[in-house]
């Protein structure tokens, strides 16, 4: 009943969607995307089946197109796993690095 560590960087996946699409959507173009370019996860304890897990997500650093978040995985109260992960925004049409806008950078502030 093992968690394997595979599953780890779907919830932290999970965790980032939640945010950027609960507070970030509405305020992006049409078609503009986040799209993931690094995560770095660390493991600290075992998980087991079956089991409740809740993500912590914060904001870490804003650049000019990108975000970097710090991630936690809590299972059973514990820390089972630490994440950084780097995002880029993405413009819609070009599907190149676009600059943040300030409405975004805004309601990112809130989140460090």
């Known amino acids: ?3 394997n560590n595979a599953v780890h960087p779907g919830l932290f996946t999970n965790g980032r969607f939640a945010l950027i699409h609960g ?3 509405h ?9 993931l370019v690094k995560i770095t996860i660390e493991y600290l ?5 079956p089991g409740e897990v809740e993500v912590g997500t914060l904001v870490r650093r804003i650049g000019n197109s990108s975000v970097t978040y710090g991630q936690g995985i809590f299972y059973n109260g514990k820390c089972a ?4 992960s780097v995002m880029v925004m993405l413009d ?3 599907r190149r690095p676009k600059t943040l806008p300030e ?3 805004a309601e990112l502030e ?3």
């Open 23 to 25: 507070r970030l959507g």
């Open 81 to 84: 796993s630490v994440a950084e």
């Open 45 to 49: 304890s075992e998980m087991h089946y």
């Open 103 to 105: 409405a975004v950078i």
């Open 1 to 3: 009943k093992h968690v």
């Open 110 to 112: 809130t989140m460090r």
């Open 92 to 94: 819609g049409k070009t």
């Open 27 to 35: 305020l992006t173009d049409p078609g503009d995307a986040f799209a």
